[in-house]
């Protein structure tokens, strides 16, 4: 654990610890509204929604689904796997394809949007197509790996995903 470094603990420690850091999260998102959403993930939510394209959300979070309630966005989506999910969590593939298994997709028809280089790793890893999020100055995140990076989803249509993929 990078948290703990070179520390030693018991297993009950780090799980009080762990067990510590939820209850701080879980208090932290108390107060999260649909105002939280990131700017153009409705307006391409709702984009896809209409075209029939099915959708999944795939947070390794084990509070996703709280979340995803508290950002109104759960009607909006097809399937949601979480921490609940799977054992293995991202960079590993298992998430990304519980996913594609929920919504009936297969891999390499899905695409992935992530703001980490470890589930960019993992959509390449579940062999997905992977878009990373991230503004100008941290675009190297990625190393190259992600099949298109934006620095965020305002204004991007359907289209403009299909576009870049296909070249």
């Not at 950002?71 to 097809?78: H, M, R």
């Not at 297969?106 to 470890?118: H, I, L, W, Y």
């Not at 503004?135 to 790996?145: L, V």
């Amino acid at each position: 654990m990078l948290i703990v470094d070179d520390r030693h603990y018991s297993e009950a420690a780090l799980q009080e610890m762990m067990n510590r850091k939820n209850r701080y999260y879980v208090e932290s998102i108390q107060d999260t509204t649909p105002q939280d959403v990131l700017s153009g993930v409705i307006e391409l939510l709702k984009e896809l929604r209409q075209s029939g394209i099915k959708i999944a959300i795939a947070s390794a979070s084990k509070n996703a689904r709280p979340v995803i309630a508290k950002l109104g966005i759960a009607d909006l989506v097809d399937a949601i796997a979480d921490g609940y999910s799977v054992e293995k969590p991202k960079p590993a593939p298992d998430l990304f394809l519980f996913a594609a298994t929920q919504i009936g997709i297969a891999p390499a028809k899905c695409v992935v949007v992530e703001d980490a280089p470890a589930g960019v790793a993992a959509a390449i890893a579940a062999g997905m197509w992977a878009i990373g999020l991230a503004p100008k100055e941290h675009r190297d995140r990625f190393n190259g790996s992600a099949s298109m990076v934006l620095p965020n989803l305002t204004g991007i249509h359907l289209s403009d995903i299909q576009a870049k993929l296909s070249k």
